[in-house]
């Protein structure tokens, strides 16, 4: 069956750096998007960046230009997100999800379960 799992998360401090993995099984990155989210605490998820596991384009947040750089290994069937600088608004659980396009990401997609990131010194 489709399973997803995050990986990376941790404690790190303002301006620091850490890469998440999204390990996909039970289908191909080929013929899905994956989508990064997170939600921190009090807030409602949002939406980090998608990207289509056949051509590698992505599409970011606002927020996150120039910051986070997303990448993938479909030999491995993986997607990395790379965050630098990072702030303390960052503070979240990350969940990377998987559809069959961008704009389809939502409640009625495959999700992993999430890896906790903290930024605090």
């Known amino acids: 069956q489709v399973q997803l799992v995050e990986s990376g998360g941790g404690l790190v401090q303002p301006g620091g750096s850490l890469r998440l993995s999204c390990a996909a099984s039970?289908?191909?990155?080929?013929?899905?998007?994956i989508g990064w989210f997170r939600q921190g605490p009090g807030k409602a998820r949002e939406g980090i960046v998608c990207i289509s596991g056949s051509d590698g384009s992505a599409y970011f947040a606002d927020f996150v230009k120039g910051r986070f750089t997303i990448s993938r290994d479909n030999a491995k069937n993986t997607v990395y997100l790379q965050m630098n600088s990072l702030k303390p608004e960052d503070t979240a659980v990350y969940y990377c999800?998987?559809?069959?396009?961008?704009?389809?990401?939502?409640?009625?997609?495959?999700w992993g379960q999430g890896t906790q990131v903290t930024v605090s010194s």
């Open positions: 039970g289908f191909t990155l080929d013929h899905a998007v």
């Open positions: 999800a998987a559809d069959s396009e961008c704009w389809a990401l939502g409640d009625d997609s495959y």
